[in-house]
Nanobody, 112 residues
Framework: QVQLVESGGGLVQPGGSLRLSCAAS????????MGWFRQAPGKQREFIAS???????HYADSVQGRFTISRDNAKNTLYLEMNSLKPEDTAVYYC??????WGQGTQVTVSF
């Protein structure tokens, strides 16, 4: 059974940074396309970024240049480095493994 456990969320001021982690178990992590989605209150869940290997990385336009997705296959861990955070980045962030495995989510709040 696949388990995805996110960590690293919290409260940060605008312009600040956070690093999210997603620890995976119960799957052959290295062959899975992984990604991050987020869901703000009253909005649909939206795609943020995905990664298969270092040459197959995709970002949503809204985070391009500010967020960086990476993975450590030796640690079965996915990361999302978030810089220059804005209030509109406030959401629950979910780890995802293709096609349809999800973590429980971690809250990110960007506010003074």
């Amino acid at each position: 059974q696949v388990q995805l456990v996110e960590s690293g969320g919290g409260l940060v001021q605008p312009g600040g940074s956070l690093r999210l982690s997603c620890a995976a178990s119960g799957t052959t992590f290295s062959v899975r396309t992984m990604g991050w989605f987020r869901q703000a209150p009253g909005k649909q869940r939206e795609f943020i970024a995905s990664i298969f290997n270092n040459f197959r990385v995709h970002y949503a336009d809204s985070v391009q240049g500010r967020f960086t997705i990476s993975r450590d296959n030796a640690k079965n861990t996915l990361y999302l480095e978030m810089n220059s955070l804005k209030p509109e980045d406030t959401a629950v962030y979910y780890c995802w493994a293709l096609p349809s495995d999800w973590g429980q989510g971690t809250q990110v709040t960007v506010s003074f």
